[in-house]
């Protein structure tokens, strides 16, 4: 079993930066991909970055020229740098990790409590 932790969310005006961290433990299987996902009011979720156990990195479209995400295996932790914030970028974001390189939420086995992110002016 996995268990993750999310931390860094916070409120913050549209064009603001946050950065996400997720906190995993010891992931020993392979492969395996870790993916943050976004939670807006209604309950819709969309995966808005990913990367599985090649190294091999994705992000949602609407994310790709704002959001970096990186990882320290070291420290077992993903983070997701957040730039140029907008409103539709407001929700819970969730940690999550399935067993194999399929990064999408039905391939999610464990997932964190996930960490509030809000954007107002």
């Known amino acids: 079993e996995v268990q993750e932790v999310e931390s860094g969310g916070g409120s913050v005006r549209p064009g603001g930066s946050l950065r996400l961290t997720c906190s995993y433990s010891e992931i020993a299987f392979r492969p395996h991909c870790i993916s943050w996902f976004r939670q807006n009011p209604r309950g819709e979720r969309l995966r808005v970055a990913c990367v599985d156990s090649d190294g091999r990195i994705n992000y949602d479209l609407t994310v790709e020229d704002r959001f970096i995400l990186s990882q320290d295996n070291a420290k077992n932790t993903v983070y997701l740098e957040m730039k140029y914030l907008r409103r539709d970028d407001a929700g819970t974001y969730f940690c999550?990790?399935?067993?194999?390189?399929?990064?999408?939420?039905?391939?999610?086995?464990?997932w964190g409590k996930g960490t509030v992110v809000s954007i107002s002016s």
């Open positions: 999550a990790v399935g067993r194999s390189f399929y990064c999408g939420e039905s391939g999610m086995s464990y």
